[in-house]
């Protein structure tokens, strides 16, 4: 046993570079470990190991020159300070708050992320889960199939998404092409960012509670930072009304959960279009008897499209890297917080 354990815990015997994988992204599961292949490296998969990750850290320290990352799978310093000739990262996400960008920044270690991959698949959902919830598409779906249309009559009538004021919060690449779907349904835009974009002719709000009040529906496209946790609370969500919608295909943190249970309940908003929760993957069980709440397994990020642009781009970052060219989608490592981000958060591609 022995033996075996040490030979599993071996690289494959060859002259290509080793990138590490800390934990298998999604994409395996659907597509096998050869999704990311290319004959310019290898992976090293210490998830295949019998040793503990710090000891296989410390056996293939020398050896390991780029890490491969998800979501799911953090990239602290620990693990950085332990990989001496660590010199990129790259994650399958559009999120990056799962890497120490400090540590990186510190070491000089280049980081490469999904880019605006995943921005228009992200944009379709959101409008698709407005419309839904606007509209009752889904639950009018289980009134049909339960045959309640012959024995009780019509169903309810829902709303038109046509000419609503929608804002967003988080006007980055997710943002704007939220943006750019809603105006062809003459819906008036507003947005909370950082700072106001002049390039742009929506109405900019600097606080969320003053963007709330003006608003018929509420888009969550913020990354997740210390300062967008729980970013939506009771204030905002009172100041949305009980006309308001809120959909959130960002991260689930960014609402405070128990607060929007409440108010959904309480029918203190009109309804809820959501894609992320804030302790995935367990939802709140109150939200699945609610008809005014629609909801999708954390997968507005991506569709099968994407996901072959995701490979392109993730083998091409590597290959650019070992063959000393710039990098197809480079991370800036500055102090700023990153926004726009989607972050595929507990499984991660």
């Given amino acids: 046993m022995a033996v075996a354990a040490e030979n599993q815990s071996q690289p494959p015997q060859n002259d290509l570079p080793y990138v590490l994988i800390l934990k298998p992204p999604t994409a395996f599961s659907i597509f096998g470990d050869h999704f990311f292949h290319s004959p310019k490296f290898q992976f090293l998969k210490p998830f295949e190991s019998p040793l503990p990750l710090p000891q ?38 559009q999120g990056i708050n799962h890497i120490d960008l400090s540590e990186c920044r510190r070491r000089g270690i ?80 507003s947005y909370n960012s950082r700072s106001k974009k002049p390039s742009v002719p929506y109405t900019f709000y600097p606080n969320v509670v003053e963007l709330a009040v003006n608003c018929d529906a509420l888009i969550i496209c913020c990354a997740l930072t210390d300062e967008t946790h729980h970013l939506i609370g009771k204030e905002v969500l009172s100041a949305l009304g009980k006309d308001g919608v809120i959909i959130n295909i960002a991260r689930g943190p960014i609402i405070d959960e128990k607060e929007l249970v409440q108010c959904l309940i309480k029918r203190e908003i009109r309804g809820a279009g959501l894609d992320v929760f804030e302790h995935e993957p367990d939802v709140p069980v109150e939200l699945l008897a609610l008809d005014n709440v629609v909801m999708s397994p954390h997968n507005a990020v991506c569709t099968t499209e994407s996901l072959e642009e995701l490979r392109k781009t993730v083998v091409g970052n590597f290959e650019a890297f070992f063959s000393n060219e710039p990098l197809l989608t480079p991370v800036p490592l500055d102090d700023r917080p990153h926004s726009s981000g989607y972050c595929w958060n507990g499984c991660g591609w």
């Fill in 110 to 189: 280049a980081v490469a992320g999904a880019g605006t991959i995943f921005s228009t698949d992200c944009a379709d959902s959101a409008v698709g889960l407005l419309l839904d919830v606007l509209r009752k598409v889904s639950v009018a779906n289980r009134y049909v199939k339960q045959g309640l249309w012959s024995t009780q009559g019509n169903y309810p009538l829902g709303y038109k998404l046509g000419g609503k004021q929608v804002g967003i919060v988080g006007l980055g690449s997710i943002g704007t092409e939220v943006a750019k779907r809603l105006e062809a349904f003459r819906c008036s835009i």
């Fill in 56 to 93: 296989f850290l410390l056996t293939h320290a020398q050896s390991v020159q780029a890490i491969l990352t998800s979501a799911s799978g953090s990239v602290t310093a620990d693990t950085i300070r332990l990989l001496p000739r660590l010199g990129l990262v790259v994650t399958t996400s």
